[in-house]
């Protein structure tokens, strides 16, 4: 069973940034696609970024140009790079495939953004 643990998270004011990493079991980094999602409080959970196993990113138009995914298949790890958050980027964070059927979920990540 693919075990997904997400870390990185904390409280930073807006404007500041933060690295976001997935540690996968097993090697499915390396030949799956892989998203990062976010869930706020009282909303659906949303997809914030995508990686292709080929390298290709599809983001949100809320963190385009903010965000950055990226991925490590000899560390089975996927990152994301989050710059200039702002307070609505105030949720937990969680990786997992892009498409269903999805791997079981982690634990996830807070982020929370505020002064």
């Known amino acids: 069973q693919v075990q997904l643990v997400e870390s990185g998270g904390g409280l930073v004011q807006p404007g500041g940034s933060l690295r976001l990493s997935c540690v996968a079991s097993g090697s499915i980094v390396s030949f799956n696609g892989m998203a990062w999602y976010r869930q706020a409080p009282g909303k659906q959970r949303e997809l914030v970024a995508a990686?292709?196993?080929?390298?290709?990113?599809v983001y949100a138009d809320s963190v385009k140009g903010r965000f950055t995914i990226s991925r490590d298949n000899a560390k089975n790890t996927v990152y994301l790079q989050m710059n200039s958050l702002k307070p609505e980027d105030t949720a937990v964070y969680y990786c997992?495939?892009?498409?269903?059927?999805?791997?079981?979920w982690g634990q996830g990540t807070q982020v929370t953004v505020s002064s």
């Open positions: 997992n495939y892009p498409l269903s059927p999805f791997a079981s």
């Open positions: 990686i292709s196993n080929g390298g290709s990113t």
